[in-house]
Each structure stands twice: as C-alpha cells, then as structure tokens.
T-cell receptor, first 113, second 118 residues
Framework: DSGVTQTPKHLITATGQRVTLRCSPRSGDLSVYWYQQSLDQGLQFLIHYYNGEERAKGNILERFSAQQFPDLHSELNLSSLELGDSALYFC????????????FGPGTRLLVL | ELKVEQNPLFLSMQEGKNYTIYCNYSTTSDRLYWYRQDPGKSLESLFVLLSNGAVKQEGRLMASLDTKARLSTLHITAAVHDLSATYFCAVDIITGLNYGGSQGNLIFGKGTKLSVKP
C-alpha cells in the first residue's frame, strides 16, 4: 500500500457524460500527478500540481481539467466523455516539487459505454 | 521529444535462469526509475537510479544506469514465478529553467511483460 488513495475504484458511464476522479496523496506529500494508462497509449502523464498550483501539463485533453485543494487532495474532471477515454487513471504523489520517486495510487478504472 | 524504449516487450522466462531487460531513452536525464505492475494493480516503485554507474539490487533484481549510453538494464537472477509482472522504466524530463533542472513528470516506456514458467 503506497498510502495514496483514489476513489472510485471503478466507474462506468456513458458517452457525453462528466465524471470526477479523486485522489488523496500520501501524508506530507505536496505534489500530485495524474497519469492515464491505456492499451494503445501506454502510461501517459496528464498534469502535475504542487501545493495547489499547476506545475506542468502533458497530453491532457481540453475536455479534462484538474485541481488541487488546500487540503492537498486532487480531483481530475473528465467531461464530454468519449469511448476512447476508457482507461485506468492513476494519481501519484511525492513529497517535493521535483526529482523524487512518485508513489502511485490504486487507480480508477473508467469505462465509457 | 523524449522517448523511452524498452526491450523486449514480452519475455517468457524459465525458472532458475537469468535475463536482462533494456531501457533506452533519447535525451538527457539523470534520474531513472523502475516500477513493477501486477495485472490490474498499481505501480510499485522498485528502484531509482540517480547517477551514471549507479547500481541497485533488491533480491533477484538488479538495476544499473549508464547515462552516457542513455541505457538502463534490469537484470533478473534465477527467475521465480513471483517475478511475473510488467516492468516499466521511466525518466523525468530535464528542462534547465525548472527547479533542480527537472520538470518532474515521468515518461514511461511501454513496459516489459515478464512471465516465468516452471
């Protein structure tokens, strides 16, 4: 158990819908990263927050957004969902801003029908 | 664009034999990570290699880093069934303007799926 929690574990929804994925980092960690894992794209970095501020963006679609709250938990919002958004979404956390091992949560498996 | 390539992508191993997974990356990075993922599970951190020539060992796994060749290897000694999983290497991007020279997000290889057969 990495100490990173994610909810929900599974999510089934329909195309066009909006969902919110939640992540709580390890105690004391200020950085939260979001990744998407799919069979065709592999593991892709989406976005990084540090202490409430966005620090880096990767291959994140405009339909997706995220934020990190004062209590350091983070939410990833996915809207206008498409079939291709079906994937495993991980968040990871680390203590500092950069150059540290990232500890991954259990993931949220999203299925868009 | 930073690329991370692993090979092989699939490896069927016999118990008791030794194997090596290779991880090549295309641009400068002084920090390389190895993770393990069991089917349907999360990623578990195995090693972080911080400098050229770094070598780390944990049980039957040994990882090394050659930053000049931009190559890391994960060596498996006397494979056992418990090692069956997918192994990922990852590097973080170095951009000089950012704190510590690193942007922080990880670029992953496609993973190497190991299967150990008796």
């Amino acid at each position: 158990d990495s100490g990173v929690t994610q909810t929900p574990k599974h999510l089934i929804t329909a195309t066009g819908q909006r969902v919110t994925l939640r992540c709580s980092p390890r105690s004391g960690d200020l950085s939260v990263y979001w990744y998407q894992q799919s069979l065709d794209q592999g593991l892709q970095f989406l976005i990084h927050y540090y202490n409430g501020e966005e620090r880096a963006k990767g291959n994140i679609l405009e339909r997706f957004s995220a934020q990190q709250f004062p209590d350091l938990h983070s939410e990833l919002n996915l809207s206008s969902l498409e079939l291709g958004d079906s994937a495993l979404y991980f968040c990871a956390s680390s203590r500092r801003l950069y150059q540290e091992t990232q500890y991954f949560g259990p993931g949220t498996r999203l299925l868009v029908l | 664009e930073l690329k991370v390539e692993q090979n092989p992508l699939f490896l069927s191993m016999q118990e008791g034999k030794n194997y090596t997974i290779y991880c090549n990356y295309s641009t400068t990075s002084d920090r390389l990570y190895w993770y393990r993922q069991d089917p349907g599970k999360s990623l578990e951190s195995l090693f972080v290699l911080l400098s050229n020539g770094a070598v780390k060992q944990e049980g039957r796994l040994m990882a090394s880093l050659d930053t000049k060749a931009r190559l890391s290897t994960l060596h498996i000694t006397a494979a056992v069934h418990d090692l069956s999983a997918t192994y990922f290497c990852a590097v973080d991007i170095i951009t000089g303007l950012n704190y510590g020279g690193s942007q922080g997000n990880l670029i992953f290889g496609k993973g190497t799926k190991l299967s150990v057969k008796p």
